[in-house]
């Protein structure tokens, strides 16, 4: 099955800098590739996705890269803001309603 | 837009009861629905696949006969949550989408926090 790692699983930057979040996946049948920004004790919230078409995809400040080749796909934010400072998920799967296989999140915080 | 909902957001129970989680598509109609648990500070997991009119297909480790899930239809997908044990608390959030069309994303609900005593 599909695994998915993500790294750092902690990431302090100051605001106005530049975060960056990877991941790497296993199944080469993974195609959909979302990014979800969940605050404390709330839902995940899609912040941005892309699918295996495209290589790069962006959303004023958020961008996402994707390298389907060596399985690895990125999440870049610039000028980061103090409420930017969330726990951010990586996941994959083989469509968009099929199962998300999740990494194990990284916690995003920016220091004003 | 696409809203999913899940009631209750929150319940306490005593261990040994059972408890039914309700997760809604207000304005779609989903065919497939998911079910996952998140323990604190950790990722969400998948528990099940919820089939509107079919049986649920679980993830390994999962036991079925525990959590049980009703995908009575296009709307509406149940998990019940039977005999809780303390080691059952947990974050147990649905996600859902239209499905038959690859553009789709899911929609997660609120989620539910569950704490058996």
């Known amino acids: 099955g599909e695994n998915v790692e993500q790294h750092p699983s902690t990431l302090s930057v100051q605001e106005g800098d530049s975060a960056v979040i990877k991941c790497t996946y296993s199944d080469s049948a993974s195609n959909y590739f979302p990014w979800y920004k969940q605050e404390l004790g709330k839902r995940p919230q899609l912040i941005i996705d892309i699918r295996s078409n495209v290589g790069e995809k962006k959303d004023q400040r958020i961008a996402v890269t994707l390298n389907k080749t060596a399985k690895h796909f990125s999440l870049h934010i610039t000028e980061t803001q103090p409420e930017d400072s969330a726990v951010y998920f990586c996941a994959a799967a083989e469509i968009t309603n099929t199962p998300l296989v999740f990494g194990k999140g990284t916690r995003l915080s920016v220091i004003a | 837009g696409a809203v999913v909902s899940q009631h209750p957001s929150r319940v306490i129970c005593k261990s040994g009861t059972s408890v039914k989680i309700e997760c809604r598509s207000l304005?779609?109609?989903?065919?497939?629905m998911f079910w996952y648990r998140q323990f604190p500070k950790q990722s969400l997991m998948l528990m099940a696949t919820s089939n509107e009119g079919s049986k649920a297909t679980y993830e390994q480790g999962v036991e079925k006969d525990k959590f049980l899930i009703n995908h009575a239809s296009l709307t509406l997908s149940t998990l019940t949550v039977t005999s809780a044990h303390p080691e059952d608390s947990s974050f147990y959030i649905c996600s859902a989408s239209r499905g038959g069309w690859a553009q789709e994303t899911q929609y997660f609900g609120p989620g539910t926090r569950l704490l058996v005593l």
């Open positions: 304005d779609f109609q989903a065919t497939t």
